[in-house]
């Protein structure tokens, strides 16, 4: 590996460890947390495959007419990885993108879709992401985690962009939690095996393959350059920062939730 990914990785393993330690994932003890924090996370799913086609559009031929664009093996790189995330295979054997598995399993343990659908529809219209937010009601902290991916995507620093794309990525989520949501959904009797399939499913193709492809990227792309080193550094840690902060705004609403009184019949 090289010794600037290497140092990377030193830099930011505090961040990433408050990250996976982070009491949001000890504090969801039942299906209707599992909504809420779903109903988070849905949007750092979807921003995640933002960041990836930004990436593509950047680093592979993707205009007519076509020309060879930049460095083949990182093309080679970043079409895999776009081939895995945007037309995988879900449980049932149909070819899906691992935002859509993440709808489905939504649907499936009864989380509220409408406002990232409604979210999604106002931007296909031509709202801007801040109109789009506010009109569907998306959190404020999921509005402030794709408006740092939007901000960095507008940007001519590609290597900034990777870096946030490989050190932020959702192999974030670890194994007690997946644990508890296999438990969970044995106990329901299957009731969010969706969920448990996309979260198996995503860690394993990201946290493994893609992983180690993103990592050959980002060092092609910061070139040796000293200062794109420090540059993705920074950008890597703010990544992880926003996440830290979405991961905080779940936890309150799932701690507001389980402060209200159960009311009796």
Known sequence: MHQNISKIQEQIAPLRQSINDHLLYRSVSGVEDLRIFMQFHVYAVWDFMSLLKALQIRLTGVSIPWFPVGDPQTRQLINQIVAGEEADINELGE???????????????????????DFLRRLQQGESLAEACLAAGVPAAARRFMEFTFQLTAQPKIHETAAAFTFGREDLIPGMFIAMVRDLNSAGNGSISKLHYYLQRHIEVDGDEHSHLALSMTEKLCHGDARNWEEATAAAARALEMRKLLWDAALEEIKGRQAKPTQSL
Request: proline residues 4%; aromatic residues 8%.
């Open 95 to 117: 070819i899906k993108s691992h935002f859509e598995m993440y709808l489905d399993a939504m649907e499936q343990c009864g989380a509220d879709t409408a406002p990232v659908l």
